[in-house]
């Protein structure tokens, strides 16, 4: 089993286990993870920042305060990241001060930040874990995120002493972790799922076309999202500067009327269908074979553009229309209204509508935030977030229109 595709943000908190975490880093990226490490200033004292970028491939984060670190991938964006955040080994002290709400450094800021699933891997003396306060921030914390706890295993103790708190061995948290995202898996495990993504190119003539801004990061980012969850993926991609997505079949077109094609061939009787590309609405007529020249005394040069067709609205009507058809609604005023309409008019089953006319987001950004609607008049706002990982949240919405299973 492996964990392909998952960022892990591994946060190593200041005890004797936090030597395990090395090869704890190592079997996760073995795995296929992305892993993020993350140490309290406790947790040097034990084990190098070093030893970690030397396992992941990824510095380690130790400061808050950190200038430089900042600009990269900053405490927020860290936080966003992040698929998973994983706790190991987890002190007491971090279990208190997480109870709280304590935001008293860079790791416990980010779990403060972060919307992710947290597993944690406690480990101290056994005294220590048995004790009261620990046991009610447990309790609490139980509450406060729903956390995976793995461990702590009983046994010997570095500490000369014998029973539970220890952490789990690197091996066991692995598998518990592999045996998580088997389970969640199953609602998108064998269905089939075909994403446009990108713009569309209308030619002029060979050398010129008309287009748009569009970068097809979100489109992708719901292919890989869909094929990491265990679904068959078929990716219509206009031209765009982006790596094919694990997994994930891809057809390359260019005009809408080749994506169009591409759509009605790998569409019907698909489980989801997701309209995420950017498509020309006009195209030239008479695109030229040859390059158009300039005229000398010519100052006009009128292009007449026909209507492309929309291809997402053809999909929605075809007889073997996919379960759930998913449409992108771009506005720059009144999202809402035209969302509504867009959904209704298209024959979708939900539309995610967000706001160009923001230059922080949507179209050229990282990150995108949206709305979206559903045929049973459902609405989900979903926060400003990277679209890597905006597209899980989408696909948990999504998942809800297959009520059947
Ligand atoms: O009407 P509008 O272009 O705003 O609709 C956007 C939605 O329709 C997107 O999901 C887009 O992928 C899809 N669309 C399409 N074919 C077109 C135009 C838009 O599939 N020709």
Redesign the pocket.
């Known amino acids: 089993m492996s964990l392909q595709g998952q960022r892990i943000l591994l946060g190593i908190s200041g005890g004797i286990a936090a030597y395990k975490s090395a090869e704890l880093a190592r079997l996760l990226s073995k795995a296929g993870a992305e892993v993020q490490v993350v140490m309290t200033p406790g947790a040097q004292a034990f084990i190098t920042p070093l030893t970690f970028q030397a396992l992941t491939g990824r510095p380690a984060r130790t400061e808050l305060l950190d200038e430089d670190a900042e600009q990269g991938m900053g405490h927020i964006e860290l936080a966003r990241w992040a698929t998973l955040v994983l706790l190991a080994p987890a002190t007491a002290s971090l279990l208190a001060r997480m109870r709280a709400g304590m935001a008293d450094d860079l790791l416990t800021t980010v779990l403060l930040a972060s919307q992710a699933p947290v597993a944690i891997a406690p480990a101290m003396n056994q005294a220590m874990w048995a004790h009261a306060a620990t046991q009610a921030n447990v309790q609490g914390l139980t509450e406060l995120y729903d956390p995976q706890w793995i461990g702590p295993d009983s046994g010997d103790q570095a500490c000369g002493d014998f029973g539970a708190g220890r952490m789990s061995e690197p091996a066991a948290i692995v598998q518990a972790l592999q045996e998580r995202f088997a389970e969640k898996k199953s609602a998108w495990a064998g269905r089939r799922v075909v994403v446009?993504a990108g713009p569309t190119r209308e030619a002029i003539d060979p050398v010129r076309y008309l287009s748009n801004h569009s970068s097809g990061r979100m489109g992708f980012a719901l292919a890989e999202a869909a094929a990491r969850q265990g679904a068959q993926v078929v990716l219509i991609s206009g031209p765009v500067q982006l790596a094919t997505p694990p997994g994930v079949e891809r057809i390359d077109v260019e005009s809408?009327q080749d994506m169009w094609q591409a759509a009605q061939t790998a569409a019907p009787k698909a489980d989801l269908f997701i309209?995420?590309?950017?498509?020309a609405?006009y195209r030239v007529e008479n695109p030229s074979d040859q390059k158009q020249k300039k005229q000398q005394g010519k100052n006009e040069w009128q292009l007449t553009l026909v209507q492309?067709?929309?291809?997402?609205?053809g999909v929605s009507r075809l007889k073997d229309r996919p379960k759930q058809v998913v449409?992108?609604?771009?506005e720059t005023q009144d999202v809402e209204r035209y969302a509504w309409d867009?959904l209704a008019r298209?024959n979708l089953d939900w539309i995610v509508a967000n706001d160009v006319s923001r230059t922080d987001i949507g179209f050229n950004s990282d990150d995108n935030e949206v709305t979206v609607f559903g045929r049973q008049n459902e609405r989900y706002d979903i926060g400003r977030q990277p679209k890597s990982v905006l597209a899980d949240a989408l696909l948990d919405v999504f998942a809800r229109g297959f009520p059947e299973d």
Do not use: Q
């Open positions: 446009t809408a309209g995420a590309a950017a498509v609405d492309n067709p929309d291809i997402i609205d449409g992108f609604a771009a867009k298209k």
